[in-house]
């Protein structure tokens, strides 16, 4: 299989991959009907990366495919590293593919003397040569500002409702929000499962704790209704399994949960699976290893969604054609 694909205007579209999720990297590969391109990549030892493309990349337009899992400054580092070396092999154009984008929960200052890590992220990806950033579902709109450039910010959103039809009686379904700040995206879901109610939990957060809140009560009537918990990613499980103990404690007939980012890190998997909820449903925009799945949770691939936005770009059409307008 070739790793290059040819539009009618002889330009070059190229798919390289990071040492981060290189299974998903596959993925999209096999949508867009290429291979990657080689990449020698590998770490001396004192902890620096090397990379180096084994093609020419010339006038291509290049894709360089690495989501932020942990350990997360590595692959940020070996992401801009590729950017680099395409830049001085002298592709055409330049886009970082993220779908999960690192540092994207620091995207504000909350105290002072604090960074704002999300815009530097941004900064440092355009300095290293990305003219354009791809991404799924970042934390928080206000991200697409940070980039000097375009930002396709694609929704697993479409993708998760889908599934989760097959899951739950939608007739007698509640979306719920894990906080205040995420009931547009709730809004979103709800109205894709067939305009049901709508209700979020209030929760308190310790700014001086990482990954501390407490879910205080649930406002909306959840009593009988199945549940679906929506969120952009789960880490530790904390915030999750606290907002579902909420919702079964109003009353509520059963709690699915449907998040995009599966980060799933320290005591995450246990809570999850000691926790009342039926079932977890997440993307696979970062690797979920052996060792974090359990009974409960189901993984979806994000690998089409990726290989369509990525075809809409090099072939310059819409982006936001795939989700109906909306971004």
């Known amino acids: 299989m070739n790793t290059k694909i040819h ?53 291509a ?14 692959w940020i580092m070996e992401q801009l590293l590729m950017l680099d ?47 354009r950033i791809m991404s799924v579902d970042l934390h928080t709109a206000q991200i697409q500002g940070f ?19 097959t899951r739950v009686d939608t007739s007698n379904v509640t979306v719920v929000s894990p906080d205040a700040g995420r009931i ?41 209704h199945d549940c ?12 999750i399994v606290e907002g579902a103990n909420v919702l079964m404690d109003a009353g509520a007939k059963s709690v699915v949960v449907a998040a995009t980012h599966g980060v799933l890190s320290e005591l995450a998997i246990q809570r999850l699976q000691d926790s009342p909820i039926k079932e977890v449903i997440v993307t696979d925009t970062l690797p979920i290893s052996p060792e974090q799945h359990f009974p409960k949770l189901t993984v979806l691939s994000i690998a089409p969604v990726l290989a369509a936005a990525i075809n809409e770009v090099f072939n310059g059409g819409s982006v936001t054609s795939l989700f109906g307008g909306n971004t």
Request: glycine share 8%; charged share 25%.
């Open 61 to 74: 337009d290049v894709f360089v495919l690495q989501s932020h899992a942990a350990p997360v400054n590595q």
């Open 184 to 224: 547009r995206v709730a809004e979103q879901w709800a109205s894709k499962l067939g305009g049901g109610p709508l209700a979020f939990v209030h929760k308190t957060r310790d700014v001086t704790k990482p990954n501390a809140s407490k879910a205080n009560r649930v406002v909306g009537d959840v009593a009988g």
């Open 7 to 59: 539009n009618p205007g002889e330009r070059e579209l190229v798919l390289a991959s990071g040492r981060a999720h290189p299974q998903l990297a596959r993925d999209v590969a096999r949508e867009l009907g290429i291979d990657l391109l080689p990449v020698s990549a590998y770490d001396f030892a004192n902890s620096e990366t090397y990379v180096r493309y084994g093609d020419s990349i010339r006038d």
């Open 147 to 165: 980039f000097d450039g375009p930002v396709d910010h694609l929704w697993a959103l479409p993708l998760l409702v889908e599934y989760v039809k």
């Open 228 to 239: 679906v918990l929506v969120d952009d990613l789960i880490d530790t499980g904390g915030t």
């Open 85 to 131: 070396a395409a830049k001085r092999a002298s592709a055409r154009t330049i886009t970082a593919v993220c779908p999960f984008y690192g540092y994207a929960r620091q995207d504000k200052k909350s105290r002072g003397r604090e960074p704002i890590s999300a815009r530097l992220v941004a900064d440092l990806l355009q300095t290293a040569g990305a003219e």
